[in-house]
């Protein structure tokens, strides 16, 4: 069965960067994109940014788009999403997303991974 | 940027039919998805593509997207059905932005 199994919380001070993994399994992890949404406390879902595992091919929000890089690593079958200048705003949990082949959509989520930004 | 807005809330009996709403310009020219989010749980996608549904999801989620609107449709809602729930637009030429989410309430 797909599983996304997402790295644990961290705690960070503000300036610092984050790097939250993502390990796949169950499926061809190559054939797949993997999307990165956050939600920080009481809030909606955010759209971070998108990489197309088989060839790296990257799509950051625009909001984000200095500050974020999403990676991943093939012969480990995992993602990585890597943020800097991390601000108090920042506190969210973190998700990683496969999109459904060949149609809109995130079918399998991981289970989120809490990053808490304070000084 | 591209928005989408959803109303905050929508209460339901049991039984009877739940409409979710999300609107944004041009909705119906890009894809519509939507997810549901019960308390300290990630997202499930329910509806995808506008109106298909995952396997395992029940029948009773259905979906539509037309001019500026996409419609969740819920019949027969269920007190597990219960959650927050997000849509989100899919387009190549613009970012998968989320709605504001809308909380379910079967009462």
């Known amino acids: 069965q797909v599983q996304l199994v997402q790295s644990g919380a961290e705690v960070k001070k503000p300036g610092a960067s984050v790097k939250v993994s993502c390990k796949a399994s169950g499926y061809t992890f190559t054939r797949y994109a993997m999307h990165w949404v956050r939600q920080a406390p009481g809030q909606r879902l955010e759209w971070m940014g998108w990489i197309t595992a088989g060839n790296g091919n990257t799509r950051y929000s625009q909001k984000l788009q200095d500050r974020v890089t999403i990676t991943t690593d093939t012969s480990a079958s995992t993602a990585y999403m890597e943020l800097n200048s991390l601000r108090s705003e920042d506190t969210a949990i973190y998700y990683c997303a496969r999109r459904i082949m060949g149609a809109p959509g995130l079918d399998y989520w991981g289970q989120g991974t809490l990053v808490t930004v304070s000084s | 940027s591209y928005e989408l807005t959803q109303p905050p809330s929508v209460s339901v009996s049991p039984g009877q039919t739940a409409s979710i709403t999300c609107s944004g310009d041009?909705?119906?020219?890009?894809?519509a998805c939507w997810y549901q989010q019960k308390p300290g749980q990630s997202p499930v996608l329910v509806i995808y593509?506008?109106?298909k549904r995952p396997s395992g999801i029940p029948e009773r989620f259905s979906g539509s997207n037309s001019g500026n609107t996409a419609t969740l449709t819920i019949s027969g809602t269920q007190a597990m059905d219960e959650a927050d729930y997000y849509c989100?637009?899919?387009?190549?030429?613009?970012?998968?932005?989320f709605g504001g989410g809308t909380k379910l309430t079967v009462l």
């Open positions: 041009k909705l119906g020219d890009k894809f």
């Open positions: 593509q506008d109106n």
């Open positions: 989100q637009a899919w387009d190549s030429s613009t970012e998968e932005v």
